[in-house]
């Protein structure tokens, strides 16, 4: 970690969580594909319970890298018997997480699903989907949290591979159960929920199997469980930064539903179609990502602040490349990119305007998410969460409020560009920071870019493989 090429370790760090994570989202399109095929309307619906489902997905993945972390740090720590009782907290967090949504949901769904958008048209389609989900979301919990403890054990393969086979299991439900195969009748955008659930339950199974038949360093001694806030202090101690940049990403998608809502439910579709899209971009900078933060924590834990720059510089040019490609197809082929999921011409012309619009500069979101994995890797967690704030909160909030007066709703669309245009700026003052801070050799950035100084040469030398 290191001697050995920063490229090369790259590769082998992030590409298993890359190609794991693209599947997996192209898993996601295929389901969004089979609901898409129901009407506007099913995609509608199905895209205003997103933020409650993205909420439950990420407090559970928020907690799960607590989980790692602790677990991995006191498993390194040779104690066993502790590592032990931090999983056991983790499994009934987990449970604890899927009750309360339970319960949340038969006493508040009606008022949820008005929060988050919901009219007259899309209300019983959502209460029908998102209550099936809400009884079933304990499903999601365990999964995530037992990935998140192997994980912290070291086997990052099998937490993949479980991730996987939830989102294959649901692709093959999916057409069964939506539009009725054999004896099975279809039941549209119930089937759908059912075939999440579903598929959610036998991965819980499937991963609760391998925990108990293949430990790894873990006992799982039900006799070390003890009740502990030192425990729970530990796990949120490092998720907490992240559940409050995920619970500010829900409450900023539930006001965009409420705000597309006002124009038709062909909008609100277009977006669920924008968000799945946006997100099978993303997918391989996020496993990147993975791969880079251990580099670049093991250089800043050593004190090579060399490394961990080159790590930086060499990261950050991967993902500019690796979202550009996607960034290419949807400039300059969105139809075909619509087309995939609609022949509907109103929600054709509508998604086009939106992936040009929506997308103008999305190439710079790559370093963006480089930098914030990096902050975290050096226990900078909350400057992460301060730099995602701001994009969110300061920036794409109030646009959403500004661009809508003057450009209808391609000012919506429009909202996310700006906002990830000046979200860069802002970075790249993070990182001019953060680059003054791990300088060894006191003299101003700018001039790594006037003149053929170390910093320059440096840099150079950072850009061969």
Not at 298 to 306: E, H, I, P, S, W
Not at 360 to 375: A, D, E, N, R, T
Not at 398 to 410: K, M
């Amino acid at each position: 970690m290191l001697s050995k090429s920063v490229g090369r370790l790259l590769l082998k760090l992030s590409l298993p969580a890359m190609v794991g994570m693209f599947a997996y989202s192209l898993f996601s399109l295929v389901d969004t594909f089979f609901i898409a095929r129901l009407g506007a309307q099913a995609l509608a619906a199905i895209t205003l319970t997103i933020p409650i489902q993205v909420l439950i997905s990420s407090l559970a993945s928020a907690t799960g890298v607590g989980l790692t972390s602790l677990i991995s740090r006191t498993l390194g720590q040779g104690d066993i018997r502790l590592a032990d009782n931090i999983a056991w907290h983790g499994l009934f967090i987990g449970i604890v997480y899927g009750l309360f949504f339970l319960m949340a949901g038969n006493q508040y769904l009606d008022q949820l699903l008005l929060l988050f958008g919901c009219n007259q048209e899309t209300f019983l389609l959502c209460k029908h989907y998102l209550s099936i989900i809400l009884k079933g979301c304990i499903f999601t919990f365990i999964p995530i949290v037992l990935s998140s403890i192997i994980q912290g054990e070291g086997n990052t393969l099998l937490p993949m591979l479980v991730s996987l086979l939830g989102a294959a299991l649901n692709v093959l439900l999916d057409p069964v159960l939506i539009f009725g195969w054999g004896p099975v009748q279809g039941m549209g955008l119930t089937g759908a929920a059912l075939a999440t659930v579903l598929a959610q339950l036998i991965t819980s199974i499937i991963i609760l199997l391998v925990v108990v038949r293949k430990r790894i360093y873990l006992s799982w001694s039900i006799v070390h469980f003890r009740p502990s806030l030192a425990v729970l202090a530990g796990v949120y101690r490092v998720a907490l930064p992240t559940v409050v940049m995920e619970i500010c990403s829900v409450l900023i998608m539930a006001f965009m539903n409420r705000v597309l809502t006002a124009y038709s439910c062909t909008a609100v579709a277009v977006l669920g179609i924008f968000m799945h899209v946006r997100s099978i971009i993303y997918m391989p900078v996020y496993g990147l990502a993975q791969g880079a933060a251990p580099v670049a924590g093991f250089a800043y834990g050593a004190g090579n602040n060399d490394r961990l720059k080159e790590t930086l510089i060499k990261a950050s040019v991967i993902a500019l490349f690796l979202i550009g490609w996607g960034w290419l197809i949807v400039q300059y082929w969105p139809l075909w990119v619509m087309r995939f999921f609609s022949d509907d011409p109103a929600l054709l012309i509508m998604g086009v305007s939106c992936l040009r619009l929506a997308t103008m500069v999305l190439p710079l979101m790559g370093p963006i998410i480089i930098l914030y994995s990096v902050l975290q890797a050096m226990g900078k967690g909350t400057t992460a969460m301060w730099l995602s704030l701001i994009r969110q909160g300061g920036f794409f909030l109030p646009l959403l409020f500004i661009l809508p007066r003057y450009y209808n709703i391609q000012g919506i669309w429009l909202a996310f560009s700006v906002s990830e245009l000046l979200s860069a700026l802002l970075a790249l003052a993070f990182f001019i920071s953060l680059w003054k801070e791990l300088q060894t050799r006191r003299r101003p950035v700018i001039l790594m870019f006037l003149k053929g100084g170390y910093s320059f040469k440096r840099l150079l030398a950072w850009l061969k493989w």
